[in-house]
């Protein structure tokens, strides 16, 4: 960052604070470039999907870029700023993602050099989940700032209220990386409303989206994509194992 489920109300959890210097620079980017394995198609489906919500956008700020991939995937017709708080991945995003229309920069915890009303659209990739709420309303609060009149925010987080935390179970057991300590506010749908109407934005949309999608990769890379295609839309909104929340500001 430059930066019980029947209630579906926000939990914070009170973990100790993860190092996430612990994360190998470019960890995340050579995963989605493997193109093989769930983890990866993971990604792929789950940056596919949230590319499709910046269409007529110019300027565009992804606070919590890490090494860039979710950048490097689009085009030259945006004009992107990746903004987050460890040096390491912005020196590995800057490297492999950097052009003239692609910056990365490394930032604190809130958006203090950037200029009021910059942004077209602001992108926040599984963020959130990272921060506890009183975090996140800060800098939700900063991005209305930098967003322009009628700008927008994308929102992304893992869904605790539907399947998420099964596979994060099985991730922390199985995986390289563990979310035991990375995780410490679990969101469902509800909370994440409550939370983009807290910090002061309108014509929110929040949804689950993506189910067996990514483990269909174990049968074939592109067998997922058509999974994917076909999963019934009304489970993937209800128990969808990642959040996505669209917000407007105030024209």
């Known amino acids: 960052m430059k930066f019980d489920s029947k209630s579906f109300r926000l939990k914070a959890s009170k973990k100790e604070k993860y190092d996430y210097a612990q994360i190998p620079p470019g960890y995340y980017d ?37 090494p860039g991939t979710f950048i490097g995937t689009l085009g030259e017709e945006l004009l992107s700023v990746g903004a987050d708080i460890s040096p390491s991945q912005i020196e590995y995003a800057r490297k492999r993602y950097g052009t003239s229309k692609k910056r ?25 989940e990272h921060l ?20 927008r925010l994308i929102v992304s987080t893992p869904n ?17 990386v563990s979310y035991h300590h990375q995780h ?4 469902s749908a509800a909370a994440l409303l409550d939370l983009l109407r807290r910090s002061g934005f309108m014509d929110i ?44 500001k105030a024209p």
């Open 132 to 151: 506890s709420p009183e975090q996140s309303e800060r800098l939700l609060k900063e991005v209305l700032r930098v967003l322009r009149p009628g700008g």
């Open 160 to 176: 605790y209220g539907g399947m998420w935390p099964i596979v994060e179970i099985l991730v922390n057991t199985l995986g390289r």
């Open 205 to 248: 949309s929040v949804s689950g989206f993506m189910l067996f999608a990514p483990f269909a990769a174990c049968l074939g890379w592109h067998f997922a994509d058509l999974v994917d295609s076909v999963e019934p839309k009304v489970l993937d909104s209800r128990w969808g194992l990642l959040l996505h929340g669209l917000a407007r």
């Open 184 to 187: 410490v506010t679990r969101y």
């Open 104 to 128: 990365f920069e490394q930032i604190g915890e809130d958006l203090e050099r950037f200029q009021n009303d910059l942004f077209d659209i602001v992108t926040m990739i599984e963020l959130i």
């Open 30 to 66: 050579t995963v989605f470039h493997r193109n093989k394995g769930v983890q990866s198609k993971w990604h792929q489906i789950k940056f596919s999907r949230l590319r499709t919500h910046l269409n007529g956008s110019i300027h565009h700020l992804d606070i919590g870029c890490g």
